[in-house]
């Protein structure tokens, strides 16, 4: 009897381990096949193309921030300097955008490396994908892949760029709509796909629970003039299907809220726009001030 059990109990963890295997390559491939057909699927609609010239007509932009932090949708992504830089291609009609996003620190944080059991410094690093079709002018779609792998190797994890295993927690897909009520506020709704990056509830048998948690935005420019402005915004998350949410330790809450004053700078003949953003997020009671410089 004892062995049988015990037999019993192997057919269980292998099943376990099995199930648990396939579903990663299940979450691996929705997260790629997403941005696959969202890709295929905009290309497929810019069709009519503006009829401009080649001189008019550019289609690739490359973008350099520099910051004294790097914040986002509420939370602090790198409290030290970071440059920001981005690759674009833009359709000829300006509806279809495909580019990458990437950032690196010139500072370190603190990672804890469990197999030498000491704490050793990370460099911010990331590298991210994202599309966008812009429906009217006044309606947008949009898939990101987030690729954020500070300190993944540092901890003594083995690096693999592509993979969306949920408990690795640094990659992960989300799908975004966007509507500008008015030209100046846009409502801003983000979901992130398929229990990404620890967008997970543990369960009491446990198993993970994925919180497809959304993110609601609404930011609207309260003030302008011919070189600056004042925007103001809002935001929270939620989960429909769990109490924890991507952004949470608990239920979801309000977690963004602040303020961005944005002037064109003048230096010389060169204008450098740049941005403060004064940001709050009352659930976990943290409050920073970013500086973002757009080099070019």
């Known amino acids: ?52 010239s080649t001189e008019e007509y550019k289609p690739f932009s490359i973008g350099g921030h520099l910051k004294n932090m790097h914040i986002w949708h509420g939370s602090v ?22 580019g990458f996003w990437g950032g690196a620190s010139f500072s370190t944080t603190d990672v804890y490396n469990e197999t030498t059991e000491e704490t050793v410094g990370a460099y911010y690093k990331e590298f991210s994908i994202y599309t966008k079709y812009r429906v009217s002018d006044k309606f947008f779609i949009e898939a990101v892949s987030h690729n954020n792998y500070t300190g993944v190797e540092e901890r003594g994890d083995v690096l693999h760029y592509w993979s969306y295993d949920k408990t690795q927690g640094y990659n992960f897909v989300d ?48 003030w302008k003039n011919h070189d ?12 429909f299907f769990t109490d924890k949410t ?18 064109n700078l003048s230096i010389v003949s060169y204008k450098v726009p740049i941005a403060v953003t004064a940001m709050w997020n009352p659930e976990a009671e943290k409050t920073v001030l970013q500086l973002d410089i757009a080099l070019f």
């Open 77 to 98: 992504v790198h409290p030290g300097a970071v440059f920001a830089t981005d690759l674009e291609y833009n359709s000829r009609n300006e509806k279809f955008t495909f």
């Open 228 to 239: 600056s402005n004042l925007s103001l915004f809002v935001g929270g998350a939620w989960s």
């Open 175 to 222: 799908v975004n709509f966007g509507y500008n009520v008015t030209p100046g506020t846009l409502l801003y709704l983000a979901t992130i796909v398929g229990g990404g990056s620890g967008d997970y509830e543990e369960q009491a048998d446990g198993s993970l629970k994925d919180s497809w948690t959304q993110y609601l935005e609404v930011s609207s420019v309260v």
């Open 1 to 52: 009897m004892k062995a049988k059990r015990n037999q019993t109990n192997r057919q269980a963890v292998f099943k376990l381990k099995h199930e648990k295997l396939v579903g990663i390559r299940k979450r691996q491939l929705l997260c790629n096949g997403l941005l696959i057909l969202f890709t295929v699927f905009s290309f497929n609609l810019v069709t009519a193309q503006e009829e401009l």
């Open 246 to 263: 991507f952004y949470t330790e608990g239920v979801g809450n309000v977690i963004n809220v602040g303020a961005t004053f944005t002037k």
